[in-house]
């Protein structure tokens, strides 16, 4: 049983059911528009919504689009350590970063510094696209490269203290997601976030990523999932529930 950890209310891990997480395909900071849309995926059964951060603006709109919405909201940070430092003082739920492109051990510190003075969890993990080149040169484009350069990351955290974690490994391939998972799963005990990347158009999206999620959950392994299509996110909710 992985671990529970605390997502602004909603609880993943130890004994709670699965969430369906989705991801906006809006900037949140087009606050209205942002809002609309996060109240539509809410009342469609999305239970942890994501955002992009790209700037100050975005960082600090979930401020703002919290007083409306009720579910968790995470940042997704990529390279800026201080948005992620903004996302946290402006109210975001969990972050989503990969400490190794976060901007150095000096920028991870503050920003685990952050998460843990203000209680917020972190997702880190890698996909196919991000694997550590010291673990392509060793173990070759597999599942266990892809399962180190995320258990380095979750090691880089731990360095600091952090100890609110998810984890995810995704790839488009469902046999490597398969494998690359149950791996993980052995050597931690953090909430798995559960995905097939770039599955493609949505038909072929669902059927990859109900082969993947569903295998895995029926193993016991998953706390959250994110059905990732080319589509409305409001479909990948949908997806979502029906996988459950």
Do not use: W
Not at 21 to 39: F, G, P, R
Not at 126 to 140: A, D, H, I, M, R
Not at 192 to 215: D, F, R
Not at 233 to 239: D, G, L, S, Y
Request: net charge positive; proline share 2%.
């Amino acid at each position: 049983m992985a671990k529970a950890v605390n997502v602004g209310g909603v609880v993943l891990g130890g004994n709670s059911s699965v969430k369906i997480q989705s991801m906006s395909t809006l900037k949140i900071s087009n606050v209205k528009e942002a809002i609309n849309q996060a109240l539509v995926l809410e009342n469609a059964g999305c239970e942890i919504l994501r955002f992009s951060v790209l700037d100050e603006f975005d960082a600090l709109a979930f401020k703002e689009v919290k007083k409306h919405v009720k579910m968790p909201l995470v940042a997704d940070i990529h390279f800026d350590y201080r948005l992620a430092l903004k996302a946290i003082d402006g109210g975001a739920d969990k972050i989503r970063i990969n400490p190794g492109n976060i901007g150095g051990e000096n920028a991870l510190k503050e920003v685990a510094t952050a998460l843990k003075l203000n209680g917020v969890p972190v997702r880190v993990g890698s996909n196919t696209g991000s694997v550590e080149k010291e673990f392509l040169e060793k173990y070759g484009k597999n599942e266990i490269s892809l399962g180190e350069s995320a258990l380095k990351r979750i090691a880089m955290l731990e360095n600091y203290g952090v100890k609110d974690i998810v984890v995810s490994v995704k790839a488009s391939s469902v046999p490597l997601m398969v494998k690359a998972y149950e791996y993980v799963a052995k050597k931690c005990d953090y909430p798995m976030h559960l995905g097939v990347t770039e599955a493609g158009t949505e038909y072929k999206g669902v059927i990859k990523n109900s082969i993947g999620i569903g295998s895995l959950l029926l193993k016991g392994i998953g706390d959250t999932i994110r059905v990732s299509l080319s589509a409305d996110p409001v479909r990948e909710v949908v997806a979502g529930k029906a996988i459950l």
